[in-house]
């Protein structure tokens, strides 16, 4: 049976919780170790940071919640040195250094540099590469942006230029269907819907099945695990019975967008269950600043896939090289590419390295799906925990998500109650010593939090907009991961806000 969940990998010796302090520790040794190994000179710029954290390792409260928050700190410190030093090193060139003028960066020393806006990266775009597993039968090549962002759009208006070798035989214009949740990807897909491409957001999976079975789909653009608060899962099952029901001259693209799964999402896998009903075209696209750098964002990073079967007409349809080769134009005319500083930032050699690449988001998943299910079940404050792990489809590998959705009642659901609830949260953690913080987003090695009031989900029936508390578990376990399930828990168990208010009166007002 295939998209099942495997067992998680782990890259550290001990990960109980009695010792998963001392085992974060040693990754941030190793990622230290991998900068030395590679330039000598950076052992200097590292010495002190070195000094310190094996006086944590040595100090005896190091599982406490006071060595966590030392952990926190010297975590964000090996960022900001790296950071520092790879800048140090391409901070004199020019954006267009003079002709035969070297360029070197940290690691890789010489690279190909005219001027940044056209700087191709193929660098990184090797790291990338490495990471991505062969698919049989199937060419892969890759290409690095600035951001997610910036990939998605690039690869929009390139379909749109191959626009002719997709045409469909009734010479109706394509229809790009999009279902995710995304709100930044709402808004691109309004402001790239062309007389090229028709790109439509498809507001549930049904019909995009019905879309997709019908002929109707010729660019499927999806989210495996949809950016929605109700954490929803595009079944592939589903998916592979509807793309078998097409009709026989519907052929099709696929775009899927892997930002929550990480480089945890098997492209190959569904590409394979897709049988001879493959897609002319695959692109795999997503944002590399969560997942796939420590939990430390190092750098903005867009990373996109394209693959194509070795049976394709290259007559007819462009090859994933040759489709590559367009794309990296536009980003040079879109000056969407990475910059020096990030592609610089980008060579620190445990980020984009195959034996790195699954065990972090792996630590989050677990997470995550620890939490949901602490909560799940606890009637009071919360109407609902969203999270994939309590779904229909929680044995699918596709069911992980790095952060877990709590719904409000209705009637409590108000800004009001929103700012007291952070509050609480942030003034509780503070006082307990848990590395638990306001902020959003997810993936980071500590915890946060936030309310967000989403313009793309569904209003209630009286059109009052819905409010969701976010809670993003990072990859540590430990006593914080304990103190905020503690929390979460307390906060959970209060009958409605007026219970939470009696229960925590110093944070009222």
């Given at each position: 049976?295939?998209?099942?969940?495997l067992?998680?990998?782990?890259?550290?010796?001990d990960?109980?919780?009695?010792?998963?302090?001392?085992?974060?520790?040693?990754?941030?040794?190793?990622?230290?170790?991998?900068?030395?190994?590679?330039?000598?000179?950076?052992?200097?710029?590292?010495?002190?940071?070195r000094?310190?954290?094996?006086?944590?390792?040595?100090?005896?409260?190091?599982?406490?919640?006071?060595?966590?928050?030392?952990?926190?700190?010297?975590?964000?410190?090996?960022?900001?040195?790296?950071?520092?030093?790879?800048?140090?090193v391409?901070?004199?060139?020019l954006?267009s250094?003079?002709?035969?003028q070297?360029?070197?960066?940290?690691?890789?020393?010489?690279?190909n540099?005219?001027y940044?806006?056209?700087?191709?990266?193929?660098?990184?775009?090797?790291?990338?590469?490495?990471?991505?597993p062969?698919?049989?039968?199937w060419?892969?090549?890759?290409?690095?942006?600035?951001?997610?962002?910036?990939?998605?759009?690039?690869?929009?208006?390139?379909?749109?230029?191959?626009?002719?070798?997709?045409?469909?035989?009734?010479?109706h214009?394509?229809?790009?269907?999009?279902?995710?949740?995304?709100?930044?990807?709402?808004?691109?897909?309004?402001?790239?819907?062309?007389?090229?491409?028709?790109?439509?957001?498809?507001?549930?999976?049904?019909?995009?099945?019905?879309?997709?079975?019908?002929?109707k789909?010729?660019?499927?653009?999806?989210?495996?695990?949809l950016?929605?608060?109700?954490?929803?899962?595009?079944?592939?099952?589903a998916?592979?019975?509807?793309?078998?029901?097409?009709?026989a001259?519907?052929?099709?693209?696929?775009?899927?967008d892997s930002?929550?799964?990480?480089?945890t999402?098997?492209?190959?896998?569904?590409?394979?269950?897709?049988?001879?009903?493959?897609?002319?075209?695959?692109?795999?696209?997503?944002?590399?600043?969560?997942l796939?750098?420590h939990?430390?964002?190092?750098?903005?990073l867009?990373?996109?896939?394209?693959?194509?079967?070795?049976?394709?007409?290259?007559?007819?349809?462009?090859?994933?090289?040759?489709?590559?080769?367009?794309?990296?134009?536009?980003?040079?005319?879109?000056?969407?590419?990475l910059?020096?500083e990030?592609?610089?930032?980008?060579?620190?050699?445990?980020?984009?390295?195959?034996?790195?690449?699954?065990?972090?988001p792996?630590?989050?998943?677990?997470?995550?799906?620890?939490?949901?299910?602490?909560?799940?079940?606890?009637?009071?404050?919360?109407?609902?925990?969203?999270?994939?792990?309590?779904?229909?489809?929680r044995?699918?590998?596709?069911?992980?998500?790095p952060?877990?959705?709590?719904?409000f009642?209705?009637?409590?659901?108000?800004?009001?109650?929103?700012?007291?609830?952070?509050?609480?949260?942030?003034?509780?953690?503070?006082?307990?010593?848990?590395?638990?913080?306001?902020?959003v987003?997810?993936g980071?090695?500590?915890?946060?939090?936030?309310?967000?009031?989403?313009?793309?989900?569904f209003p209630?029936?009286?059109?009052?907009?819905?409010?969701?508390?976010?809670?993003?578990?990072?990859?540590r376990?430990?006593?914080?991961?304990?103190?905020?399930?503690?929390?979460?828990?307390?906060?959970?168990?209060c009958?409605?806000?007026?219970?939470?208010?009696q229960?925590?009166?110093?944070?009222?007002?």
């Amino acid at each position: 049976m295939v998209f099942q969940r495997l067992p998680s990998p782990d890259t550290v010796e001990d990960t109980s919780d009695r010792a998963a302090c001392r085992a974060d520790a040693l990754e941030l040794l190793k990622i230290a170790t991998s900068l030395a190994s590679n330039q000598g000179e950076w052992e200097a710029e590292l010495a002190p940071w070195r000094v310190k954290i094996n006086a944590l390792l040595a100090d005896p409260e190091l599982e406490t919640l006071r060595g966590e928050q030392q952990l926190e700190s010297l975590s964000l410190e090996l960022r900001s040195r790296w950071i520092r030093m790879a800048r140090s090193v391409v901070e004199p060139l020019l954006r267009s250094p003079l002709q035969n003028q070297p360029v070197c960066f940290p690691i890789s020393n010489s690279v190909n540099l005219v001027y940044e806006r056209v700087f191709n990266s193929r660098h990184i775009e090797r790291k990338i590469a490495r990471c991505c597993p062969e698919i049989p039968d199937w060419s892969s090549h890759v290409a690095a942006f600035g951001s997610g962002m910036a990939a998605v759009t690039a690869l929009i208006l390139t379909l749109g230029h191959y626009r002719k070798s997709y045409q469909r035989t009734d010479g109706h214009t394509l229809r790009l269907d999009w279902l995710g949740g995304y709100y930044e990807m709402q808004r691109l897909v309004a402001l790239l819907d062309n007389p090229g491409i028709y790109a439509r957001r498809i507001p549930e999976f049904a019909m995009l099945l019905e879309r997709l079975k019908s002929g109707k789909t010729d660019i499927l653009f999806l989210e495996p695990v949809l950016y929605d608060w109700t954490q929803t899962i595009a079944d592939p099952h589903a998916l592979i019975e509807a793309i078998q029901a097409r009709p026989a001259d519907r052929p099709w693209i696929l775009m899927t967008d892997s930002t929550l799964l990480g480089a945890t999402f098997d492209l190959g896998e569904f590409l394979t269950a897709c049988g001879n009903r493959r897609p002319l075209l695959a692109l795999d696209v997503r944002s590399g600043l969560k997942l796939d750098q420590h939990g430390l964002e190092f750098s903005n990073l867009g990373m996109v896939r394209i693959c194509t079967h070795r049976d394709l007409d290259e007559t007819r349809h462009p090859s994933a090289e040759r489709f590559r080769e367009r794309l990296t134009r536009n980003r040079a005319v879109l000056g969407s590419g990475l910059s020096l500083e990030e592609a610089a930032i980008l060579e620190l050699p445990t980020i984009l390295h195959p034996e790195w690449r699954t065990a972090y988001p792996h630590r989050i998943f677990a997470n995550n799906r620890e939490v949901a299910l602490a909560l799940n079940g606890i009637p009071g404050l919360f109407r609902r925990v969203n999270h994939p792990a309590l779904g229909p489809h929680r044995h699918l590998n596709w069911a992980e998500s790095p952060f877990v959705v709590l719904e409000f009642h209705q009637h409590e659901d108000t800004r009001e109650n929103h700012a007291l609830l952070l509050r609480i949260v942030e003034n509780e953690a503070r006082e307990r010593g848990v590395a638990f913080y306001l902020g959003v987003s997810f993936g980071f090695r500590h915890h946060r939090c936030e309310v967000v009031v989403s313009e793309n989900s569904f209003p209630y029936p009286d059109g009052q907009m819905r409010g969701f508390f976010k809670v993003a578990a990072g990859s540590r376990r430990g006593p914080s991961l304990a103190g905020m399930l503690a929390l979460l828990q307390e906060l959970a168990a209060c009958a409605d806000f007026a219970a939470l208010r009696q229960a925590y009166p110093r944070w009222v007002s």
